[in-house]
């Protein structure tokens, strides 16, 4: 953006952060939004939670700065915040309830950031930064090369760094960072990872802006279904494809990862276990701060979600009055026939009538036929039995294990009925499998036979059963498969 004077004056008139910063009361709204939402990474908050920690909030400071500071209730600051002309609260009724719900906007999340900024920090670290500039410019320089003897020395220099420093690791000579260095480091995954859950509410707001869009097209809409799902999908697309979409893709994918999450997991618990990341006694919300991630990724995937269902919602309805047109054509096609049929067609007026010519005879030539074919006799062989080995162990005929697909069933509809879409791993989370790979595969069995499932073969979900093992004790297992979704019809 271009800092100059005209477009600064359009964003100090217009933008929800510039407004906020500018407004009287951005102490009592900055200082309570950061506390609710940011801090513990809150989402979404029903109203009445809301305005009763606010009528705490203001009850102290009246308490402290007199009666007359804030004279408004709790319910109309609220109210105030999340007006068009400051857009510092999104207002909105989630499905499913008559409660209204408020969420932070991504400008006051920008605001609350750069507040934060403000602070003095007692001490800054450069060398991690530095350091991270450099690793990305070589990942795009590499990233990019498209030499293959440039891309084999590359790889041949790091191969021959890595035998060298695990020659000096057999030596005992290993090269470890200091307190600066760690502290420097920490700082900067805190510093990312807050800036990460904050850029989660930018995107959804953008999914959330086309869900709008989309809707106000369809309320307006008097076409064509067919031209208006390739303009909406069509826009569903270049967001997907575009670099945002690209990237939230690339990282909902890498962190919806089993090995990715154990590995994250315990590289957190060891440096958070560090003396020098300890003595800065850290946020304790950073040790599950990529659940937090999936929890802020989970709303933008209900945010599409909530598109495909406008989608479906629309087609249906535009299907239900198409019906209903040709109901009524035929109705009243009816209706004049009986009306018509007592009344010789002579007496009244010929333009009321449409002639056809008359039926012609169906003619059946000889050869149309087709010829008698007497019918197959089944002819039996006898075949002397033969007595069978008596060494057979019959215990295998009796331990076949039968797999109750209606009970499966039922747990599906059971789950259906409290929500929209019920993935298969949802499933198997509320009810795990007790017949092992052959109840699982009568789950996939049930969804390739109804119409109410889907598969995202870009999503990988894993399952885990246990089997009993007579000489080591239960085992786990494991399948990864894509995603399968059970929807309500």
Known sequence: MQLDYTTLEMQRRQHPAWRLLAADSAPLVASFLHRVFVVPNVRVMAQSNLVESLEDT??????????????????????????NDKGWLRKFYPAGSDEPHFDLTPPTERALAWLGSLSDRSFVGTESRLLTLFGLLKQMSEGSETNPQTRIAELHKKRDAIDAEIARALEGDMALLDDTALRDRFQQFAGLARELLADFREVEHNFRALDRKVRERIALW???????????????????????????????????????QEEFTQLLERVLELPPVSALAPDTRLKRVHYDWLEAGE??????????????????????????????????????????????????????????????????????????????HTVLTSVALQAGDEDVDAAALFSQVRVDKAALSKHIRKSLQTQAQVTLAELLETRPLQQGLGELVAYLQLASESSGSVVDESTQDTVAWVVPDDTSGPVTRRARLPRVIFVRI
Do not use: C
Not at 63 to 76: I, Y
Not at 231 to 245: K, L, N, P
Not at 302 to 325: G, H, I, M, P, Y
């Open 58 to 83: 203001l009850y102290g400071l009246r308490e402290q700065l007199g009666a007359q500071v804030f004279p408004k209730s709790a319910q109309e600051y609220l109210n105030d915040w999340a007006a």
């Open 222 to 260: 008097d076409g064509a279904k067919g031209t208006l799902l390739q303009e909406i999908m069509g826009e569903r697309d270049a967001i997907s494809d575009s670099d945002q979409g690209k990237s939230f893709r690339a990282f909902w994918d890498f962190l919806m990862s089993q090995s990715r």
């Open 299 to 376: 709303y933008a995937q209900r945010t599409v979600a909530q598109l495909s269902q406008q989608l479906r919602r629309f087609l249906d309805d535009k299907a239900w009055l198409e019906n209903r047109r040709i109901m009524d054509i035929l109705r009243g096609i009816e209706g004049n026939a009986l009306a018509l049929r007592d009344a010789a067609p002579a007496a009244l007026r010929a333009s009321d009538f449409m002639r056809i010519d008359e039926i012609g005879a169906g003619v059946d030539l000889p050869l149309e036929r087709p010829l008698y074919q007497p019918p197959l």
